[in-house]
């Protein structure tokens, strides 16, 4: 007998991550597998290139203004599975963050402002990633989006920013959103051991204090350099001033990979690609509560790991990382494991990637937020099938390649390629093939829009064969 393909392969349908929506119409519910397949079979072309018929473009675009169709419905399925994958994992790192989701040209209706004369909505995604050491992405727990209508609560009518006690009164504040994410996670995953990561829009003082109150376990890089209190909540300092009497504990090298530059909010500098040399330091402290917030106790107790980097390149910004948690550092490879967890971050960019590239989401041509965030709910767990090939063809690229792909597929790649599959490929050939056939010729690592391309071609391949042999099954 062959082995049998992973739970999560690329090969299972996308129907999976849709059947079961409930949109009070099975025509609805139907239609919405159908899209979902079409999609996924050209992530990054537009509906009326996938569509095969003018009929049946009208057909998705009447799907999408449907009432009953919306984000949450469409999802439902995809975030039940993933919490089925989680329990398989028995742990996992959910990790939070936020991006912004632009739309071009004319304006449209119920979107809101971004940065400059920009239009769009905020989604802010809770990624969950095997915590195995495989760094395998498990799927989506929680997902939400929203627009602004303005300024934004931070800041006055004439544009200035409001002092920190007057934004801490505001209700329905952006901020709360990590708390949101995290608290939705822990309902999906029903007690399956978890760690929330995040990057430093999640150091707020109430996200700790509700995590540490709700035991919720977290790893958050820190934003601020806070003031740091002893046992008697006495002052000791700021956090700084702590760790810079701190020795290190360990070195590690760790490969930085080139980064552009960042025109977000967060404006990360660009960088070329090194090897750096980081010294690891870690403590335990109590942090001090904002002047403003009468509302939470004087100070909390976290751990705190250090990331500095030695020696680094002239006019070159150094890596340095603080890092507050609820992980442990009492020993070296304590320290290590809360690293290279926080080092899984960059999975979520990843997937951003994979959902504005891969998927060309900010290129839909729809008209109004409701249909495009409907439209959101389908490209999502696209985006994340396409995370999961890459990452399975060259993060697990010895193993089988019936871990990622069906029999069916390799028996077609196999006649379309057969100089370049070898008779027992492991995922890494798999991978090397399905980005031949998107027009990828060179040993790097196959972009987004190639690799969409070339699963494409695959399954347009997996379909003619079937047929052909008079083979039954999902595609």
Not at 88 to 112: N, P, Q, Y
Request: hydrophobic share 40%; proline share 5%.
């Amino acid at each position: 007998m062959g082995m049998k393909p992973s739970r999560a392969a690329v090969s299972s349908s996308i129907a999976h991550e849709f059947v079961g929506a409930d949109l009070g119409d099975r025509r609805l519910e139907n239609r919405l597998v159908r899209i979902g397949e079409q999609c996924r079979a050209a992530p990054d072309r537009s509906f009326p290139d996938i569509a095969p018929g003018t009929r049946e473009l009208t057909a998705v675009y009447r799907f999408l203004r449907s009432e009953a169709v919306t984000l949450s419905a469409i999802l439902e399925p995809h975030l039940v599975a993933t919490s089925v994958r989680c329990a398989e994992a028995g742990k996992v790192l959910v990790i939070h963050d936020t991006t912004e989701c632009e739309f071009s040209g004319e304006k449209r209706r119920g979107l809101g402002p971004l940065r400059g004369n920009d239009q769009g909505f905020l989604l802010h995604p809770s990624l969950a990633v095997a915590a195995d050491g495989s760094r395998r992405p498990l799927g989506l727990l929680a997902v939400e989006t929203w627009k602004r209508d303005g300024l934004g609560r931070g800041r006055r009518a004439d544009g200035r920013r409001k002092s920190g006690t007057a934004y801490h009164r505001e209700t329905g504040k952006e901020s709360e959103r990590w708390w949101r994410g995290v608290d939705a996670a822990e309902a999906r995953l029903g007690g399956v051991e978890a760690i929330h990561i995040t990057d430093r829009e999640g150091d707020a003082y109430h996200i700790i204090r509700d995590a540490l109150q709700h035991e919720a376990r977290f790893i958050i890089r820190m934003a601020r350099d806070r003031i740091v209190l002893d046992e008697d909540d006495e002052k000791l300092g700021k956090t700084s001033d702590v760790l810079a009497h701190c020795e290190d504990a360990f070195t590690l090298e760790v490969p930085l990979s080139r980064r552009a530059h960042d025109s977000t909010p967060r404006k990360e500098p660009a960088r070329e690609a090194r090897l750096a040399n980081l010294g690891v330091t870690g403590t335990t402290a109590r942090i001090a509560r904002p002047n403003y917030d009468r509302d939470s106790p004087e100070s909390l107790k976290v751990n705190i790991v250090c990331v500095r980097e030695q020696e680094p390149p002239e006019d070159v910004e150094p890596v340095a990382w603080v890092l507050l948690t609820t992980e442990p550092i009492r020993t070296q490879k304590d320290l290590r494991a809360v690293v290279e967890m926080y080092r899984t971050r960059w999975m979520i960019e990843e997937f951003f990637k994979a959902l504005k590239t891969g998927c060309a989401f900010e290129k839909r041509q729809l008209e109004s937020y409701d249909t495009l965030t409907a439209a959101l709910g389908i490209f999502l767990p696209i985006a994340w099938q396409l995370l999961l090939l890459r990452h399975q063809a060259t993060h697990a690229a010895d193993e089988p390649a019936e871990r990622v792909l069906s029999a069916v597929q390799l028996d077609v790649l196999r006649a379309r390629l057969p100089r370049l599959l070898p008779p027992k490929p492991t995922a890494a050939d798999a991978l090397r093939a399905i980005a031949y056939l998107g027009g990828h010729f060179i040993k790097r690592p196959p972009g987004w829009l190639v690799l969409g391309r070339g699963l494409q071609s695959l399954l347009d391949l997996e379909i003619g064969w079937r047929l052909a042999r008079g083979i039954g099954g999902d595609l």
